[in-house]
């Protein structure tokens, strides 16, 4: 999928500029309220038009100021449950279902009709007039006839929140799926990063309509001041992991990043193979001379000290592992265990020590330091200001 888009939009005083080329699988939007992500799908989406621009999706175009082009939402290769989607509707859910189902050619039908039907629990209120459901039961019927679009783009406006977690466990497997199978590509904003990344590490950040950020949550935590608009807290250290298995008697999924087998805390709706990514704050870690028998923590990672970091009342330890950790401790530790770069150390660390960062908005804000490939910010004062190269 390759979208490109290049447009001005000025509705009263708020005043978009967006250019955007995206090919990845799936993207997350991100952006506080007033942003500008509603405004964004919608001109994807056919439901805005701008001034001025153009938008192309795989080669086909939506819109052209110049060309004079205005190709109507119904006729748009994009399924998108936005929003304004709530509105008021005389037909009852089987028939505005049932008639996006038959507007679809066969041979790029995805969906069976019942197996939407089904998914996401419609069975009860087919015959209801859509005009009198609930909002969340409105977004799950436009959900349905998205998917029954068969689409090539979809578009979702903090759809998850809208329907409530339990459609939302259940639905996310079909939409990684979705990715995975058929790469349909989803485009989804929202103002939860933890719902982002339940999706995809790729951002698109906004703010005023404007594009601050497009890439890889790493890319982003390496700007300065960028990971305090997205209001996450302190994430020393980032590390993309992929999931072994679930020990349920000892209460922990167990998984591996760049080779380093890791105990994090259990999580059985991860799939087995499924990727994630955890934090694990600098001070977390304690560190070890050798192996310890005996003892609680259950991730005891070997590595070499590549660095030792003066910061203010702390010494940073930066530890090859594979991959980049960083622990800190307090200098006075480190003269009594006389660490040297070059030596070999053990990075401990407690299993419920390690945060999936999918669950990071219930956590406060609080400070950027590593990144896991050895590139990281210090700041001891409150700001991000000090950058340190590999």
């Known amino acids: 999928m390759l979208l490109e888009m290049n447009v001005k939009l000025r509705r009263g005083h708020f005043d978009l500029t967006t250019r955007l080329s995206i090919s990845d699988s799936s993207v997350g939007l991100f952006g506080k309220s007033g942003a500008g992500k509603s405004t964004v799908l919608g001109l994807i989406a056919g439901t805005i038009q701008p001034q001025n621009g153009h938008i ?59 197996f939407l039907i089904e998914l996401l629990e419609l069975g009860p209120i087919l015959n209801h007039v859509i005009e009198l459901l609930s ?62 990344l339940e999706l995809t590490d790729r951002l698109i950040v906004l703010e005023q309509g404007k594009v601050l950020h497009n890439g890889s949550l790493l890319d982003v935590a390496k700007q300065q001041g960028m990971l305090r608009y997205l209001g996450i807290r302190q994430i020393d250290n980032i590390l993309p992991v992929t999931v072994s298995r679930h020990d349920y008697v000892s209460g922990c999924s167990l998984a591996h990043s760049f080779g380093l087998p890791l105990t994090l805390p259990l999580r059985p709706h991860l799939a087995v193979g499924s990727e994630a990514q955890v934090s694990i704050r600098a001070k977390d870690i304690a560190l070890s001379r050798s192996y310890i028998d005996g003892i609680s923590i259950q991730n005891q990672i070997k590595g070499r000290i ?23 401790i307090t200098p006075g530790a480190g003269r009594n265990m006389a660490l040297q770069e070059g030596e070999v150390i053990y990075c401990l660390i407690k299993t419920h020590s390690i945060a999936y960062l999918t669950e990071l908005d219930a956590l406060p804000y609080q400070r950027v330091i590593s990144h896991g490939d050895g590139q990281y910010y210090l700041d001891t004062a409150g700001s991000n200001d000090g950058f340190l190269p590999e």
């Open 56 to 114: 192309v999706l795989d080669g086909k175009i939506l819109f052209d100021s110049r060309k004079g082009i205005m190709m109507p939402r119904e006729q748009r290769p994009v399924g998108a449950v936005l929003q304004i989607d709530c509105a008021d509707s005389t037909e009852t859910v089987r028939d505005n279902l049932t008639s996006a189902y038959n507007r679809t050619l066969k041979h790029r039908r995805i969906f069976k009709l019942d």
């Open 135 to 196: 909002a969340g039961e409105r977004q799950r019927v436009a959900l349905a006839r998205s998917l029954l679009k068969s689409p090539r783009l979809l578009l979702l406006d903090e759809t998850f929140a809208a329907i409530g977690n339990g459609y939302r466990i259940q639905l996310l497997p079909i939409l990684k799926r979705l990715q995975d199978e058929l790469s349909l590509p989803v485009l989804y904003a929202s103002q939860s990063l933890g719902e982002i």
């Open 306 to 328: 590549c660095a030792l970091i003066p910061s203010g009342e702390s010494l940073i330890v930066q530890v090859d592992c594979g991959s980049t950790l960083l622990a800190e």
